[in-house]
């Protein structure tokens, strides 16, 4: 009986690291979308906004949440003298954490 206790446990524990994994692929590609859909509006180039989404993608593993994200386009966007509001970069952190998972979904293998 302890054996399938153990399996079970195991299970779940498999089951989580997937899911942190998953969460973890889902923020990067958030933050990178994020990044790209900032650059464009700060009149950014293609390369330049490329390396600027890679620096997005960075800032989000200096803390957890996303203040760290927030706080950086914030400075970009006020050095930029551009005017983005919050409340709209926080429906556009949403909007592209949802195409992310979508995106993430149609990559994987799709269990049987």
């Known amino acids: 009986m302890s054996d399938k206790f153990h ?3 195991k299970g779940y524990e498999t089951k989580f690291k997937l899911d942190q994994e998953l969460e973890f692929k889902a923020r990067s590609r958030r933050n990178k979308l994020f990044g790209l859909w900032l650059a464009d509006k700060l009149g950014m180039g293609p390369s330049e906004a490329e390396e ?3 620096t997005v993608v960075t800032v989000d593993l200096e803390e957890e949440g996303d203040n760290d994200v927030l706080r ?5 966007i006020e050095t930029r003298g551009a005017v983005i509001s919050d409340k ?8 592209f954490h949802g195409e992310a998972v979508k995106q993430l ?3 994987l ?3 049987l």
Do not use: F
């Open 7 to 9: 399996d079970r446990e």
């Open 52 to 54: 600027y989404a890679k």
């Open 72 to 76: 950086k386009v914030r400075k970009d």
């Open 88 to 95: 709209e970069l926080i429906a556009q952190l949403e909007h």
């Open 105 to 107: 979904e149609k990559e």
């Open 109 to 111: 293998p799709r269990p």
